[in-house]
Antibody
Framework: QVQLVQSGSEVKKPGSSVKVSCKAS????????FNWVRQAPGQALEWMGD????????HYKQKFQGRLKITTDESSKTVYMDLSSLRSEDTAVYYC?????????WGQGTLVTVSS | DIQMTQSPSSLSASVGDTVTITCRAS??????LAWYLQKPGTAPERLIY???SLQSGVPSRFSGSVSGTEFTLTISSLQPEDFATYYC?????????FGQGTRLQL
């Protein structure tokens, strides 16, 4: 059974960076796409970007270009989301999702609070 | 970018009712659409993929259909655990995009 476990909550200052990890257990890591989705308080889900390890490809939503980086460490089956130049509007729960055509697994979410 | 217009934004219903939620894509996305359910404080879970394929383990009261760029999620015989928020997601092209959500309440 596939499980995704994300790192714990973070409190960050405006202008700083945050790196959230997502460790997978089960499944064949390289055959999935790993997405990052965020949800600001009381708001809808927002797709941020993904990485496809099998093809060494990354895609990012334009609004995050330049400050979002998604990486993987296949040896530890971990995906990372690195968001820089944080502002208050980045306060949200960040989810990783491991998807294929037939399957879809989500982490438990990581709350990132940006506050001075 | 493809915009997903989801309606209604909220919906009131009773146990046993049948309800429909719609997403309209701003351009053609073939059948590359999924439906998700999200309960408060938890991660979303996929109900439908490829517009009409039921995710393994999801009850058959959930169904999806498509007509052109309009996608519909139908929930038959509502159960208490179905009262939650629903989202559509297009994954036809980048950036992927979610609808604004439909809150289904009792």
């Amino acid at each position: 059974q596939v499980q995704l476990v994300q790192s714990g909550s973070e409190v960050k200052k405006p202008g700083s960076s945050v790196k959230v990890s997502c460790k997978a257990s089960g499944g064949t890591f390289s055959t999935y796409a790993f997405n990052w989705v965020r949800q600001a308080p009381g708001q809808a889900l927002e797709w941020m970007g993904d990485i496809l390890p099998k093809f060494a490809m990354e895609h990012y939503k334009q609004k995050f270009q330049g400050r979002l980086k998604i990486t993987t460490d296949e040896s530890s089956k971990t995906v990372y989301m690195d968001l820089s130049s944080l502002r208050s509007e980045d306060t949200a729960v960040y989810y990783c999702a491991m998807t294929s055509y037939f399957s879809d697994f989500w982490g438990q979410g990581t709350l990132v609070t940006v506050s001075s | 970018d493809i915009q997903m217009t989801q309606s209604p934004s909220s919906l009131s219903a009773s146990v046993g009712d049948t309800v429909t939620i719609t997403c309209r894509a701003s351009q053609g996305i073939t059948t590359n659409l999924a439906w998700y359910l999200q309960k408060p404080g938890t991660a979303p879970e996929r109900l439908i993929y490829a517009a009409s394929s039921l995710q393994s383990g999801v009850p058959s009261r959930f169904s999806g259909s498509v007509s052109g760029t309009e996608f519909t999620l139908t929930i038959s015989s509502l159960q208490p655990e179905d009262f939650a928020t629903y989202y559509c997601l297009q994954y036809d092209s980048y950036p992927h995009s979610f609808g604004q959500g439909t809150r289904l309440q009792l």
